[in-house]
């Protein structure tokens, strides 16, 4: 992924929230608790936070993807997204070594 890309990822205020939002799920999202978190938070639990149509929240999760933010797992019909932090950690140290 080239670098100007992660930050076009990150330039939008609704991705940043999100992402802010999978940080701690288990806050963010309790109508998955019976689900658990393991495998991430459903396209669903997103787009009702995020008040976006589900093609919107979809577009937006595949722009954090294809940055490398985000990880989704297909169970059945539904798409769980989750954090990469390993993502996050490779960010700062791009910050650190390059700007």
């Given at each position: 992924?080239?670098?100007?890309?992660?930050f076009?990822?990150?330039?939008?205020?609704?991705?940043?929230?999100?992402?802010?939002?999978?940080?701690?799920?288990?806050?963010?999202?309790?109508?998955?608790?019976?689900?658990?978190?393991?495998?991430?938070?459903c396209?669903?639990?997103?787009?009702?936070?995020?008040?976006?149509?589900?093609?919107?929240?979809?577009?937006?999760?595949?722009?954090?993807?294809?940055?490398?933010?985000v990880?989704?797992?297909?169970?059945?019909?539904?798409?769980?997204?989750?954090?990469?932090?390993?993502?996050?950690?490779?960010?700062?140290?791009?910050?650190?070594?390059?700007?």
């Open positions: 992924m080239e670098q100007v890309d992660v076009k990822a990150l330039s939008n205020k609704t991705r940043l929230q999100m992402l802010e939002w999978l940080k701690e799920p288990e806050i963010n999202f309790p109508g998955q608790k019976e689900y658990g978190y393991d495998q991430g938070v396209v669903g639990q997103l787009q009702a936070k995020a008040s976006l149509t589900q093609s919107t929240v979809s577009e937006y999760l595949s722009i954090l993807q294809r940055a490398g933010f990880k989704a797992t297909r169970k059945g019909q539904w798409t769980y997204y989750k954090r990469d932090e390993a993502a996050f950690e490779r960010l700062s140290k791009l910050i650190l070594t390059t700007l």
